[in-house]
């Protein structure tokens, strides 16, 4: 069975650009949420989709926003990068999101400059 | 929303000795409680989870206790080994909201 898969896994933007992240979640999973991982803040949600509906979202600006296709896929997008943007930016899908385990993707890495 | 805050940030043991790491939440409604492992430049893994209605859970060197009256719960990790060297997230999560500590980095000493 094969995992989560986040597209790409490294790019570099700089100020003011815009940027589209992907990810593929396990076949048969329906929940897709993202997080920004920074050094000594953690895991911090942005936001989850189950079946193309947005259910939550977490304390960041509109500058961050999302989709979920019909085939579970789903896409972040941020735009007018600032400097502080730069994370790794995970997904995660699940079968059920809140109540049970999550399978982690390896990863957006993502520099602005 | 529910916060989680997890502690310490760091913590450094020798090996064979027992870690402890202590996460508490705000919202007494939350109702499952996971805990995640991510090894340097590897993806976070499952690695126990406990849901209200238990108070401890064991998995051979690993077990999570859970006091809902103090709203706090921890894992336990016992006779450590220095493949247990990772950052561990807690987590709390009540139906519709799940939120992550900060994250521990444990070091597991030779």
């Known amino acids: 069975k094969a995992g989560v898969t986040q597209t790409p896994r490294y790019l570099i933007k700089t100020r003011g650009q815009q940027v589209t992240l992907s990810c593929s979640p396990i076949s048969g999973h329906r929940s897709v949420s993202w997080y920004q991982q920074t050094p000594g803040q953690g895991l911090q949600f942005l936001f989850e989709?189950?079946?193309?509906?947005?259910?939550n979202k977490g304390n960041f600006p509109g500058r961050f926003s999302g989709r979920q296709f019909s085939n579970s896929r789903s896409e972040m997008n941020v735009s007018t990068l600032e400097l502080g943007d730069s994370a790794l930016y995970l997904c995660?899908?699940?079968?059920?999101?809140?109540?049970?385990?999550?399978?982690f993707g390896e990863g957006s890495r993502l520099t602005v400059l | 929303g529910e916060n989680v805050e997890q502690h310490p940030s760091t913590l450094s043991v020798q090996e064979g000795d027992s870690a402890v790491i202590k996460c508490t939440y705000s919202?007494?409604?939350?109702?499952?409680f996971p805990w995640y492992k991510q090894e340097l430049g590897k993806r976070p893994q499952l690695i126990i989870d406990?849901?209200?209605?238990?108070g401890e859970k064991k998995d051979q060197r690993i077990a999570v206790t859970l006091n809902k009256t103090a709203k706090h719960f921890s894992l336990h990790i016992t006779e450590t080994q220095p493949e247990d060297s990772a950052v561990y997230f807690c987590?709390?999560?009540?139906?519709?909201?799940?939120?992550f500590g900060a994250g521990t980095r444990l070091t597991v000493k030779p």
């Open positions: 989709y189950f079946s193309e509906t947005q259910r």
């Open positions: 919202d007494s409604a939350s109702n499952y």
């Open positions: 995660a899908s699940s079968f059920e999101y809140f109540t049970g385990e999550l399978f």
């Open positions: 406990i849901r209200s209605n238990v």
């Open positions: 987590a709390a999560s009540r139906g519709n909201d799940m939120r």
